[in-house]
């Protein structure tokens, strides 16, 4: 069996057409999971009335806003399928592209990176060309340019990553960071269907932090070196301080989200689970 996670959020002008594509591409036996993220619109009331008529749709609803990557591991903790899909709800990942993620697994890959062509402007192309370089040329893990959370696990992968219990997730360097056999495909992204992304700037630079901070110890390493240059050239470099400090704030904030142990979510409501 095969199941698709889709942490949804301010999109029920899409779900409709988004599940309907679904059922059209997929011809094997499948769940669909939706991870309702407590947003603004109707998502809610709208997935209860679908799944009153379609037995393979499941819902969770969460008790509040807990973001993308922890609505999407909510998911992966509910999946009972042999393969498990992350995908957005806007449209933007075509459930055409499923067969192509399906047949890769078949091939005996136990990950498949979906890696999209953007359709974007070219400041934000540039802008998340520039994330992934860095990214990979300073952590410990590489991740595909332009992979996002699209795309497919085995079982054992979900299970690896559903036992691992940080809270500052970021799910596409812990998919790397898991090994097994990978591979890629390569897509047209469209652009967004109904509604607005939840993603505004301040939320992408939090997220790119999240994985800077979760997979490599060089901002530490240049904080330090920063540190002693401010040292030696006194005021001048006071600015470099205070970056220094922000660095290891950030560190200790992780570190305080840790050990806090708080559950990384809370469910409202569960339907058709």
Same mark, same amino acid.
């Given at each position: ?15 409709? /057409? =988004?599940? @309907? !594509? +679904? ?9 669909? %999971?939706?991870?309702? &993220?407590? $947003? ?88 998340? /060309? =520039?994330? @992934? !370089? +860095? ?9 595909? %340019?332009?992979?996002? &959370?699209? $795309? ?89 301080? =205070? ?31």
């Amino acid at each position: 069996m095969l199941s698709i996670v889709i942490p949804t959020y301010n999109s029920a002008s899409n779900l409709k /057409k =988004l599940i @309907y !594509r +679904i059922y059209k591409v997929l011809k094997t036996d499948f769940e669909i %999971i939706f991870v309702d &993220d407590c $947003g603004p619109d109707d998502t809610l009331e709208t997935l209860r009335i679908l799944s009153k008529r379609l037995p393979e749709l499941k819902v969770i609803s969460l008790s509040r806003n807990f973001g993308q990557q922890l609505a999407s591991s909510c998911g992966l903790k509910y999946a009972k399928g042999d393969a498990v899909i992350i995908m957005d709800d806007d449209l933007q990942d075509p459930p055409e592209v499923l067969p192509r993620l399906i047949e890769k697994w078949k091939e005996g890959y136990d990950v498949v990176y979906a890696v999209r062509n953007r359709n974007e402007s070219r400041l934000r192309c540039l802008a998340y /060309k =520039l994330f @992934y !370089r +860095i990214f990979n040329k300073i952590s410990y893990v590489q991740i595909p %340019i332009n992979s996002g &959370d699209f $795309g497919l696990m085995t079982r054992k992968v979900v299970d690896v990553l559903n036992s691992m219990p940080e809270h500052s997730r970021f799910l596409r360097g812990l998919r790397a960071w898991v090994g097994f056999k990978q591979a890629s495909i390569t897509y047209e992204r469209p652009k967004r269907g109904k509604g607005k992304s939840g993603y505004n700037l301040i939320k992408v630079l939090q997220f790119v932090m999240y994985g800077l901070l979760a997979f490599s110890n060089m901002p530490l390493y240049i904080s330090i070196v920063f540190g002693i240059i401010a040292l030696i050239y006194g005021r001048v470099f006071d600015a470099m301080e =205070l970056f220094c400090i922000g660095i290891l704030g950030k560190y200790i904030i992780r570190i305080s989200d840790e050990v806090n142990q708080r559950p990384l979510y809370i469910i409202k409501e569960k339907i058709n689970l």
